[in-house]
């Protein structure tokens, strides 16, 4: 089935965003009406993608409802918060993933993720919604990230490990199995993290430590 898709944010990742969607089987690029961003983008950048800036979200209300939405924003947060405004507005989200990735049969994954070249899923994973990977991600056995959790490239999640809703873990970090980073929660990059992360907490290292709050 054919339907529009928009962007929501133009920085670098809503721009890799596209990339991947044009890299997908049958893809139509008559179907991307263009992004969506409340900032101020780069419009040069956008424009040699041969696209447009449509305004911000407010817009998001005036689009047709058969309109499916991809957000291209890092911050799990604000992800979140865009996620329910489009959502009110009686749109659908659309899952973005890259044809180079191996992802198990059995793994689950949530609506409006987006899955970057490189990503390795293995068995029995579950993503949440508008979950994150970046490029070159492992994720070990029986894994689970719950919503709006973002995974910077070159990641390894060791199997049975957990990150909470909205965690970011940065890129080239590492987490032993059965490790859980809570809600909120921030690994920097190339930490290695040996044991549990408290929600909101900031952790960096190796081995990783608590460094601040971040609520």
């Given at each position: 089935?054919?339907?529009?898709?928009?962007?929501?944010?133009?920085?670098?990742?809503?721009?890799?965003?596209?990339?991947?969607?044009?890299?997908?089987?049958?893809?139509?690029?008559?179907?991307?009406?263009?992004?969506?961003?409340?900032?101020?983008?780069?419009?040069?950048?956008?424009?040699?993608?041969?696209?447009?800036?449509?305004?911000?979200?407010?817009?998001?209300?005036?689009?047709?409802?058969?309109?499916?939405?991809?957000?291209?924003?890092?911050?799990?947060?604000?992800?979140?918060?865009?996620?329910?405004?489009?959502?009110?507005?009686?749109?659908?989200?659309?899952?973005?993933?890259?044809?180079?990735?191996?992802?198990?049969?059995?793994?689950?994954?949530?609506?409006?993720?987006?899955?970057?070249?490189?990503?390795?899923?293995?068995?029995?994973?579950?993503?949440?919604?508008?979950?994150?990977?970046?490029?070159?991600?492992?994720?070990?056995?029986?894994?689970?990230?719950?919503?709006?959790?973002?995974?910077?490239?070159?990641?390894?999640?060791?199997?049975?490990?957990?990150?909470?809703?909205?965690?970011?873990?940065?890129?080239?970090?590492?987490?032993?199995?059965?490790?859980?980073?809570?809600?909120?929660?921030?690994?920097?990059?190339?930490?290695?993290?040996?044991?549990?992360?408290?929600?909101?907490?900031?952790?960096?290292?190796v081995p990783a430590t608590p460094k601040k709050f971040l609520n």
């Open positions: 089935m054919s339907y529009p898709i928009i962007i929501i944010g133009a920085g670098g990742f809503g721009r890799h965003a596209l990339s991947i969607l044009r890299m997908t089987t049958n893809w139509d690029d008559s179907r991307f009406l263009g992004f969506i961003d409340d900032g101020q983008p780069d419009i040069e950048r956008i424009n040699r993608l041969n696209t447009k800036l449509l305004g911000s979200t407010e817009i998001l209300t005036t689009l047709p409802k058969n309109t499916h939405y991809v957000i291209g924003i890092g911050n799990g947060r604000i992800r979140e918060q865009i996620d329910r405004t489009a959502v009110q507005a009686g749109l659908q989200p659309e899952t973005v993933i890259h044809p180079d990735t191996s992802i198990a049969p059995d793994a689950n994954i949530g609506k409006g993720t987006i899955i970057c070249a490189g990503a390795r899923i293995t068995t029995n994973v579950r993503l949440g919604r508008q979950v994150h990977l970046n490029m070159n991600v492992t994720v070990g056995h029986d894994v689970n990230i719950e919503p709006y959790a973002t995974v910077f490239p070159l990641v390894a999640l060791g199997g049975e490990s957990r990150i909470g809703g909205r965690a970011t873990i940065g890129a080239g970090a590492t987490l032993n199995p059965g490790i859980t980073a809570g809600d909120d929660s921030y690994v920097a990059s190339g930490a290695v993290v040996l044991g549990d992360i408290p929600p909101s907490a900031l952790v960096a290292g």
